[in-house]
């Protein structure tokens, strides 16, 4: 397919506009990436150009069903089942060890969760442990991309994400059907999903007060004032002294001081800091 020519000023108005919305940002090395993702919206909206695009984005009154589609179209969505295993291990011991000791209920964020994979994870392994009764649990998840939260829901999965995947895990939680396997019911009740934009602060507030925030894979498509910005708005959303878990390539040692870096020799992972985040 050939791309439809776009010039500096609309690539950087539309990336501009792109990155205040969702957070998501294409620097000059990846403007051929989004040119390629908008020109089939180009075309689904059945719009001349880039600039005539621009206007459907801000003035048109399809406009907020057009960000929806967006949403969908930018973002990757690339996980699997038991991603990052060793700071899972983490929740399921240190995190659920101060649940258990303060008898309080355990409240787990997935916030960029994708097609669910991430979130169903942590509900397996929590049940699997057996240290906190499955009402005591308290899972939500959330993303921006109505398509993904849609097979988050649905809990249809096919090969691709079970590569780090137990099979007793599998056996135990998954029912073939067809190409692939749905995630038991058991399972599926146990996370709440819903949209959210991790840049909108009261939306993040709402989730909390979070033992646990899982943010894995998101800010690597972040410039660092985003970056920045969206972990300041989980300390809202943590209990004193609650634990953040990024992805591998992900660090915010020289962003903020608002977390403690955790550095143990399989993973690495953060605490907030003092009475910051009390709710
Ligand atoms: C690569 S996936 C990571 C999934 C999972 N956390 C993992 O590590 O396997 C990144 C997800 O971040 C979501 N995302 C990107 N920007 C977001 C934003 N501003 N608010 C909420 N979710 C966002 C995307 O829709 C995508 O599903």
């Known amino acids: 397919m050939s791309v439809m020519p776009i010039t500096s000023e609309q690539y950087a108005r539309l990336r501009d ?40 984005l801000t003035i048109s009154p399809e406009r907020e069903a057009e960000w929806d589609e967006l949403a969908s179209v930018l973002s990757n969505n690339e996980t699997y089942f038991f991603r990052e295993r060793a700071q899972l291990d983490v929740l399921a011991s240190e995190v659920v060890d101060e649940a258990v000791k303060n008898h309080r209920r355990l409240r787990i964020w997935s916030a960029a969760c994708s097609t669910g994979e991430e979130p169903y994870t942590i509900a397996m392994l929590l049940l699997a442990g057996g240290r906190i009764a499955p009402s ?3 899972i939500r998840a959330g ?46 009740k146990m996370v709440e999903f819903s949209r959210v934009n991790l840049l909108d602060q009261k939306a993040v507030a709402a989730y909390g007060p979070a033992d646990a925030i899982f943010c894995r894979n998101v800010l690597i498509y972040f410039d660092k004032p985003t970056q920045k910005r969206v972990v300041e708005n989980f300390a809202k959303a943590l209990r004193p002294n609650g634990y953040l878990f990024l992805g591998h390539a992900e660090s915010i040692i020289r962003l903020t001081d608002l977390y403690e870096p955790i550095v143990t020799p399989k993973a690495i992972y953060y605490r907030l800091r003092g009475n910051d985040g009390a709710r």
């Open 136 to 138: 005591e649990i308290d």
């Open 143 to 188: 993303d921006i991309s109505p398509r993904a939260l849609e097979k988050a829901r649905t809990g249809f999965y096919r090969e691709l994400s079970f590569r780090a995947t137990p099979p007793e895990v599998m056996a135990k939680n998954f029912r073939p059907f067809e190409s692939g396997y749905f995630i038991s019911d058991e399972i599926k």
């Open 17 to 56: 506009m792109i990155r205040e919305r969702f957070g998501i940002y294409y620097d000059d090395t990846k403007q051929f990436l989004l040119q390629s993702r908008l020109q089939t919206r180009l075309i689904k909206c059945r719009v001349a150009d880039f600039d005539e695009y621009y206007r459907y």
